[in-house]
């Protein structure tokens, strides 16, 4: 749940500030099972998840660093999301049986009719 | 799509500057169907509503001289839109037959778990 | 799934003749859980709503002889459904217990954003 | 997400061990909103929600000595997590302001078509 | 919201005049996302789905000319908003930057359990 | 609705014996559109769905000989639905043009948050 303004004509109204829940899903792809019978760890996956939330959770964005000079549409976020779950398969969070995970895809519902995915296949 | 801001310690890190989407539905009910077969013009309801929503759309509540003082609760903001919408039935708005409307409910949702109803007879 | 039309300006080009999916949700109601533990026969009442439904579907409603002269609107099939659910309860076809039922209601979505509901004390 | 069997020939073949996954909303009723803008406060409530579940998840409900001589169906499981949430507000637990809830309404869902609710005033 | 009718003997009584409601999804996709933040301007989008709807809406399919012969099946009507969209696309109406697209996906659910989707590469 | 225990600490309190609605859905693919108007016969893939799932429903997986030694996670169900599926496709059990369909994919939905995918073409 996040505050944010956008920059551009195209935006019409949302260039002033207001604000968004997005319902964020992840999906992890590998070619396989892995041996115990999942694709990741939902519990890890999960922690990742929520993690990464956090850092923007309750939020204006407007004001981040991170995001500084960038217009936070749901489609940027999806990539944020995207890089920073990326970051973390990488850096082993995930654990045991992540290293076969092969792409991932991950939605931001802005509400009931418009939402946003980025996927792209993982290092 | 609003950003606003809470007070009280009850809100946790929602004190902050943040934002939500609200999906807004408007239930009308009445004891019997009117001769048209309707309960209500769906139609003029639906401007009715959309010119509601339009007053809050894209703001920055805490900005918002009418909430001024107010926490902007789901709640809270369920009862203004019941209010607003009462108003224009009694105001005739909603067309021939509206006179017959017993009571309104309107429910904000505001993510995949969490939202409010305000529900109240009409006059 | 069903074709009709509409008369009156009020609908404006649901006049024409068009047509919905209609999903329909029954919700049966009692004082108490019966002894069995539940508040009817799931199985039951799913083979009555199915055949009160497979009354009306895949037909043009302008054509049944048993709507002629109405406006088949989602609210008027609502009270259809509810009426003929009621009478199937009266007659025992819900089974052992049923008549401890107290109440019904019967909802139509005809969209994603567009339901029509109906209830009613059972006699 | 529970295992369970059932009792008597209307269950068909839920008589065998099987199981399900609920998803459980609870609505908290007033009579009009807290002067904080909030019906209940809502973390409290989750945490409530999430005790109340945390009793029963991951289990075979036909080894728990609460539910014994019972068919757990969804609408005896639905008064089971009212009495626990009632319990709970009763108790005080729910936090400053929750003396003014009126009702509670739970409902667990079993699947996309079938749900069962539980609703009561409080005392 | 239309009526039509199908040929053929699968269809059993679908093969009647009969109706559906289909919510309709668009998907545009692109490799990489617009300076502006956004894959493709939803305004003006959502405008373009809305004109072609409308030439559909509330109509009988088998008297549209544009139809005649065919079974306007959802599959069918998935890929005619597709071409009529990817024309849209081509032809500019969805505005500056709109030429990166490289793909569309369209989705119309015709009821809580059937959908039925067309996606392809644009030119 | 099926029970079933896991194997392996990284299944957590799911070691234990539980259970799980699954709401499956399954999406046939192929190159363009049958001369019918159609990707598949709906109602015959609905009954070899109806018929793959009856072989599972209310059972208590840990005790089906089909699944020894495994862990029947969400991930190792889609795979057997889908191969389930491929194999009555291959059968022709489908129907005249079936052996047009490239590609399956079969989702089981577990809760509003959990679901998993296996997709694959058809031989």
């Not at 749940?1 to 109204?13: D, L, T, V, Y």
């Not at 959770?57 to 749901?74: H, I, K, M, V």
Request: hydrophobic residues 40%; glycine residues 8%; proline residues 3%.
């Amino acid at each position: 749940m996040i505050a944010h303004s956008f920059h551009g004509e195209i935006f019409g109204p949302a260039q002033r500030l207001h604000g968004a829940t997005y319902v964020v899903d992840v999906e992890f792809r590998r070619e396989s099972i892995a041996p115990s019978g999942v694709v990741v760890d939902i519990g890890r996956a999960s922690d990742a998840l929520r993690a990464i939330l956090g850092e923007m959770s309750y939020r204006n964005l407007d004001d981040e660093p991170a995001f500084s000079g960038q217009n936070t549409t749901t489609e940027f976020l999806a990539k944020v999301v995207f890089d920073r779950m990326a970051r973390r398969v990488d850096a082993g969070e995930l654990g045991a049986g992540s290293e076969g995970l092969a792409s991932l895809k991950v939605t931001l519902h802005e509400s009931h009719v418009a939402w946003a995915s980025y996927e792209a296949p993982l290092r």
